[in-house]
């Protein structure tokens, strides 16, 4: 078809190619050099002469995320593109709305001259109807495409081929895809691992003695031997994680297994996968050679059982669970017990403990101090509150008093700064209204602008809200000294400390990194007890009883041997 020339000023034209794998059914006609042979045609036949070729090979229609078309994109908000050419409304993409929106809005307002050639789109004809029902049915040819692929993958995935790549260890059977191969360099590695982990080692330490081995991980090992790699790949490429280890330890595969549909996809329009539920697996056994005998495996998935339970156990069961926090870093704690003395029971904080060790000291605290610092404080507390109602109710009332009072003019004060912003927010909406109304800015640029905006209010009313929840709440709080005091009252001085007193009067404990100065170590504990908080006995109160933890005043205390 032979187009009117007209005069273009040597403007630059985007000549835009796509291809995935679900239009290479239609052969050469859908081609990236076949989408340029026509395109270089057509737009000299419209005058351009300066062209520009953007090309995204490979990748699917549903998802305008692609590499070419977003430089593209850029390049016509730098003002560097007049014209638009592709093949068909297919080639731009196959989402319905997303189309709409860049023939709709985005080109006609950054005066891109679009055409899709097959289609008879050209914007300076003006508006085709049949566009957005060419955009439709494109859309559903998609949604058609990801569902036959779907059914072909099901009746793969339940006849017993491998519908995902092989694990670190194996390699797929050059001639037989659907038959995996033992990858013998990695596959020393898996069967070191095993080993290790039955003389004893835990999944930090075989990480570390691989590091400290160089020996690559699963994902730089693809990379440097020309395999697909899922994921990113660490500047250290011989940093073995822990939960690497773990997966490797949890992989039946390694007995010659196939599983199949461990994770799924919602959506041909979201791609991320999930974990499936173990029911919804398809497992084929003995199906390639193993890497681990399968005795071996079962006593690795013993252990590994067992080690887990006794966690789940001690993490549910154990009193301090949940209620230690880290002072540096805000983390919890987590508990954990010594493998040769299970006697030996101690606190530590979970992000000292990963990898990348985000909290620069351990907080680590043994149980049975802790216990005996909480212990002794409850214990003074008792003595103090039936040695002196009347001062211990005035010292409840005046900590409530000036915390709540504090609190209330911060939370007060956050509301006041937020309102004020949210009317800001209005006045800039206006102007940028303005703005697009006598186009000084660009549709797109407005909407991402009051997306912004709107968010920003939206995180500012919800902040508003929990701050007035807040002040509520703590109101309520000034009059609950006699509540706590029942519980004193209640309550007769400890022997033992019992998981049942800890959940009636602790509400959080703050440990501090330990500390040695001339020759004594000294921890901080902070303790905030339920509804009162932090409480702190008057300094001029001498107590009727000694303790040998006594000087250290509820929040630091010396460090026995």
């Not at 990236?32 to 395109?39: D, T, V, Y």
């Not at 050209?122 to 559903?140: A, H, I, R």
């Not at 209330?408 to 509301?415: F, G, L, P, V, Y």
């Amino acid at each position: 078809m032979k187009q009117s020339k007209i005069l273009t000023d040597n403007k630059v034209a985007a000549l835009y190619c796509r291809l995935s794998r679900d239009d290479e059914i239609d052969g050469e006609s859908n081609s990236i050099s076949n989408q340029k042979r026509i395109l270089q045609k057509v737009s000299k036949e419209y005058g351009y002469d300066n062209i520009k070729i953007y090309v995204d090979d490979g990748i699917s229609g549903g998802t305008f995320d692609r590499p070419g078309f977003r430089q593209m994109e850029q390049d016509i908000l730098d003002g560097q593109i007049a014209a638009v050419f592709v093949k068909d409304m297919s080639r731009l993409g196959r989402n319905y709305l997303q189309c709409g929106y860049y023939t709709e809005h985005f080109f006609p307002d950054n005066n891109i001259h679009f055409v899709a050639v097959n289609d008879g789109v050209d914007s300076n004809q003006g508006e085709n109807e049949l566009t957005p029902v060419k955009n439709l049915f494109n859309e559903w040819f998609i949604r058609d495409t990801s569902r036959k692929v779907r059914a072909s993958h099901r009746i793969k995935g339940n006849s017993g081929e491998p519908i995902s790549k092989p694990p670190y260890g194996y390699k797929k059977d050059p001639y037989n895809s659907k038959h995996w191969l033992i990858d013998q360099p990695a596959a020393e590695v898996v069967r070191r691992i095993f080993s290790l982990y039955l003389s004893g080692n835990g999944t930090e330490q075989i990480g570390g003695m691989l590091q400290n081995e160089q020996i690559l991980t699963p994902n730089a090992y693809a990379k440097e031997n020309g395999y697909k790699v899922s994921g990113l790949i660490a500047e250290n490429k011989y940093n073995w994680r822990s939960s690497t280890v773990s997966k490797i330890l949890a992989q039946q595969e390694y007995c010659g297994d196939i599983i199949n549909f461990k994770t799924y996809s919602k959506s041909y329009k979201n791609k991320k996968r999930r974990q499936n539920d173990k029911e919804n697996w398809a497992i084929f056994e003995n199906v390639n050679e193993p890497i681990i005998d399968r005795e071996t495996f079962e006593r690795v998935r013993q252990r590994r059982g067992k080690i887990h339970n006794k966690k789940r156990k001690y993490a549910e069961h154990h009193m301090f669970s949940g209620l230690l926090v880290c002072s540096d870093c805000g983390a919890n704690l987590h508990f954990h017990f010594n493998q040769g003395n299970k006697s030996i029971q101690y606190f530590s904080c979970s992000n000292y403990n990963s990898r990348g060790r985000s909290c620069p000291t351990t907080h680590y605290i043994r149980v049975d101090f802790l216990e005996e610092v909480l212990r002794t404080d409850i214990n003074r507390m008792i003595d103090f509150a039936n040695g002196n109602k009347e001062e211990f109710i005035k010292t409840l009332e005046k900590n409530n008093g000036i915390e709540f009072q504090n609190k209330q003019k911060s939370a007060e004060n956050e509301i006041d700064k937020l309102l004020k912003r949210n009317d800001e927010i209005d006045k800039l909406f206006s102007a940028i209204y303005e703005d697009k109304i006598k186009g000084n800015i660009s549709e797109d640029r407005f909407s991402k602008m009051s997306k912004g905006y709107e968010a920003e209010q939206e995180e500012n009313k919800k902040r508003i809200n929990v701050l007035s929840e807040q002040i509520k709440s703590d109101a309520k709080q000034i009059d609950t000294t006699k509540m706590f005091l029942d519980i004193i009252e209640k309550t007769s001085r400890l022997e033992k400390l019992t998981a049942d007193v800890v959940r009636e009067f602790i509400d959080k404990i703050v440990i501090h990194h330990r500390k040695e100065e001339n020759g004594v170590t000294t921890q901080r504990v902070e303790i905030y007890y339920n509804v009162i908080g932090k409480f702190e006995i008057p300094s001029n109160y001498v107590l009727p009883t000694a303790s040998n933890l006594t000087e250290a005043k509820a929040i630091t205390a010396k460090l026995g041997a």
